[in-house]
């Protein structure tokens, strides 16, 4: 395998995915010297114009200070191939020569690379490597991005409740995640005790019910004289409607290229301000959606998931020497381990948060969450308990 690989990004940035994409490309022109590497640029949208970035021309420590830095440079999309549109993929590759494909990203990613494994019948190598602030890639213990997003969330959380200890009220922050809560589950990660925020925790692997939100409130409030809320932007109401559905008028609702309903820069934290001065009338209240910003935030890069991710860039050039697959993050009960497994294991299917991981009809985190977050987000910073 000494011709071209291709090198893409695909989904949303991240802090770390520039990490992936530079250890495959310096393992590449160790373990292969001669070989060309190409970043496409755009994702598969650069396999389908022949629109590349030479990465076997670019000193390495260029290439390393890109690594170090957030967001996609290769720019990234969010096209979800179909079979037609895998055949112009595969035909942009022949044309390039390539040996191999390495495409970094999520589900709908690793879904790409098993269309053209498919396709392609064993006459070049498809390698999936993971990425996604999600954590929802099966066959991983976690995800390269997450950790940094986690991170954020976390942070933004003990901030916030620190906040409205000292002028107490109602704080709602939506965090990212369509259909799994791990990401808003680290919203809990940094808790200083039985009596820190988030009080209340929403993940998409429970329904919701706006009734049943302001009871839970109304009684946190009761309890604590503040209530700090974290709800997934995914959450779904018993009927499997996404909330916003449930909230905002139809003629609001934004839809995406493939019909999904927008979560991001919808009206949902309007909707849920409405619910909760209907519900809980005359009582402070604020809701944030913390949007695109822990996804890549700066300063908030986790040095372990900056290193992950790049070793998983190393890990899918061996991967792709062996003829295609996905790279998983695998725990092996001391420390986290890389290995192969079929695309046909991650490709377009979701991992939730187990059951165990919330407490049985409570909306907070049980002690096997706590651990697992825990685990992966350790407390970064030593904060006083307030008098108050």
Known sequence: MSGTFVIAQGGGPTAVINQT?????????????????????????GIRDGNYVD?????????RLIAATPSAALGSTRDKPDDAYCEIILNGLKKAGADAFIY??????????????????????????????DNDLEE???????????????????SVDLDFRA?????????????????????????????SGPHLVYVPERPFSAAAFIDDVRATLD???????????????????????????????????????????????????????????????????????PRGYVGAINPVDAQEAFDAGVFAVAVAEQGGGSVALQYDGKKTVLNKVPLKNVAGKTRHMPDDFMLP????????????????????????????
């Open 140 to 158: 991983n213990d976690h995800t390269p991005g997450f950790i940094s997003a986690a991170e954020f969330v976390a942070g933004a959380f003990l």
């Open 21 to 45: 994409m530079v250890g495959a490309a310096l393992e590449i022109r160790k373990r292969h010297p001669g070989a060309k590497v190409l970043g496409s640029i755009h994702g598969v949208r």
């Open 223 to 293: 309890r604590h004289k503040r209530c700090i809320v974290a709800v997934s932007e995914g959450v779904s109401t018993a009927d499997g409607k996404a909330l916003v559905e449930s909230l905002v008028p139809p003629e609001k609702l934004e839809r995406d290229a493939h019909g999904n309903v927008k979560l991001s820069g919808s009206d949902l934290p309007a909707a849920l301000e409405r619910a909760l001065a209907e519900g809980l009338p005359g009582k402070r209240a604020r809701v944030d959606a913390l949007g695109y910003m």
């Open 104 to 133: 970094i990203g999520g589900n709908d990613t690793s879904g790409t690379q098993q269309i053209l494994t498919d396709a392609a019948g064993g006459k070049m190598a498809f390698v999936h490597a993971p990425k996604t602030i």
């Open 167 to 195: 002028l107490p009220g109602i704080y709602v922050g939506i965090v990212m995640g369509r259909h799994a809560g791990f990401l808003t589950a680290a919203a809990a990660a940094w808790q200083l005790d039985p009596d």
């Open 361 to 388: 009809e409570v909306n907070q985190l049980s002690d096997a969450g706590m651990a697992y977050l825990k685990r992966l987000v350790p407390e970064k910073y030593k904060v006083g308990k307030p008098f108050v």
């Open 55 to 63: 990465l076997s021309a670019i000193p390495e420590d260029r290439l």
